[in-house]
Nanobody, 124 residues
Framework: QVQLVESGGGLVQAGGSLRLSCAASGRTFSSVAMGWFRQAPGKEREFVAAISWSGGRTYYADSVKGRFTISRDNAKNTVYLQMNSLKPEDTAVYYC?????????????????WGQGTQVTVSS
């Protein structure tokens, strides 16, 4: 079992920045890959970013590449999503997820454990 708790969401103006955190407990954190997904109202949940167990491999959706950075601190059992140059279309509930594998993937259904989500709202 892995328990995930996101934090750091909020309201920000377009062009601003936020850093999301996801604290994990339970299963050895360093053995799982982590991902961030988001879901806007009326839309399906979509992939944002993912990171391998070691942090050596990262993946990004094209829509956030160059603006968002995923990282992890295995000593703190925490994964981060630094979001810069935010746009109104980034508005969504952001979820972190854990995959029971050291390898990251973009596929939503490959992630077994999910947090409760944190709201990010970007005003124009």
């Amino acid at each position: 079992q892995v328990q995930l708790v996101e934090s750091g969401g909020g309201l920000v103006q377009a062009g601003g920045s936020l850093r999301l955190s996801c604290a994990a407990s339970g299963r050895t954190f360093s053995s799982v890959a982590m991902g961030w997904f988001r879901q806007a109202p009326g839309k399906e949940r979509e992939f944002v970013a993912a990171i391998s167990w070691s942090g050596g491999r990262t993946y990004y959706a094209d829509s956030v590449k160059g603006r968002f950075t995923i990282s992890r601190d295995n000593a703190k059992n925490t994964v981060y999503l630094q979001m810069n140059s935010l746009k109104p279309e980034d508005t969504a509930v952001y979820y972190c997820a854990a995959r029971v594998s050291p390898l990251a993937t973009l596929i939503l259904n490959e992630y077994r454990y999910w947090g409760q989500g944190t709201q990010v709202t970007v005003s124009s």
